[in-house]
């Protein structure tokens, strides 16, 4: 009688523990996944701020190149983070998903992905920009080249605090532009990296030059 009464308690427990297995699976299932997630970049920076689903340990994420290949990663219970010293001006994958520990189990959501690019590093900004008489009908603008420029936009106004209108987009370092006399004209440059889809912008203008012609 004894041994049927241990038996029956082993078979019990036993069961028991199947459907607390089953439990833990059926708990991986329904783990909410971040919330409020938003993914921004800078030229070798991406940000992630999210909001750690409930019940969840924390979060686990990935940044992945556009081939898969895996470049970096962290998981905690945080709600912001920062994933430095990236490539610029590139296509990058970020993965992420809730974690739960349970004893030696560990529990995971669903992945959420997001595809983001780095932003292209400015150029330095033109310097020493000056504007002579090129002719009886012309000025010439010189400035220094910018280090990782493509090229200029060139402006001009006929008031120092006027509207600034683009007279000229160049790759070179000097732009002639014809004017009429009796007139101030005034010049400033700043410099671009890209191309016509996808411009950055030098982080100031050249200085101001002026001419009367």
Known sequence: MKNIKSYLM?????????????????????????TSVKVTSTSSVITINLHKASG??????????????????DGNDLTTFKFSYLKSNTAYQVRLYSVKFVGNTTLKS???????STKMTAPAS????????????????VWTRAAGATGYEVYRST??????IKVATTSNSSFVNSVAKGHYY???????????????YSPAWSNLTCIRF
């Open 10 to 34: 082993t078979s019990v427990l036993t069961v028991s523990m199947m459907f607390a297995g089953f439990s833990s699976i059926a708990n991986a299932a329904t783990l909410g996944v971040p």
């Open 110 to 116: 669903k992945t959420l992905v997001y595809n983001i």
């Open 159 to 164: 008031a120092y605090k006027g509207k600034y």
């Open 186 to 200: 005034y010049y400033k440059v700043r410099a671009y990296k890209g191309n016509a889809s996808t411009k950055v």
């Open 126 to 141: 033109p310097t020493k920009a000056k504007v002579t008489k090129y002719n009886s009908k012309c000025v010439k603008l």
């Open 56 to 73: 969840a340990s924390g979060t686990q994420l990935g940044i992945y190149t556009a081939k898969g290949a895996s470049v970096c990663g």
